[in-house]
Nanobody
């Protein structure tokens, strides 16, 4: 089991910035990957950014150049730095951790989720 605790959401004006944080109960190095997802009203949950246990990052196209995912391995914390925020980024943001079990049958991945934090971009 992996517990995730998110912080940092809130109300921000368009063009503003926020930093989300996610503390995991396990060492980041023991996890296959950590990701940030968001779910806007009436829309499916989508992957925003991810970071592997080796530190490789990936972003959805709409946030490239605006968002940065980073980590502090000593604190078992992953961050999502969000700049130049737009109203369409309003959503509940979820931290996700992925564990992997390797066997002769292949790799079994398991997802764990935080409780979500609301980000509202509005003037």
């Amino acid at each position: 089991q992996v517990q995730l605790v998110e912080q940092g959401g809130g109300l921000v004006e368009p063009g503003g910035s926020l930093r989300l944080s996610c503390v995991t109960s396990k060492s980041i190095y023991s996890l296959y990957a950590m990701n940030w997802y968001r779910e806007a009203p009436g829309k499916q949950r989508e992957l925003v950014a991810g970071i592997t246990n080796r530190g490789s990052t990936n972003y959805t196209d709409s946030v490239k150049g605006r968002f940065t995912i980073s980590r502090d391995t000593a604190k078992n914390t992953v961050y999502l730095h969000m700049n130049s925020l737009r109203p369409e980024y309003t959503a509940v943001y979820y931290c996700n951790a992925v564990t992997a079990i390797y066997s002769n049958d292949g790799t079994h991945l398991t997802d764990y989720w935080g409780q979500g934090t609301q980000v509202t971009v509005s003037s």
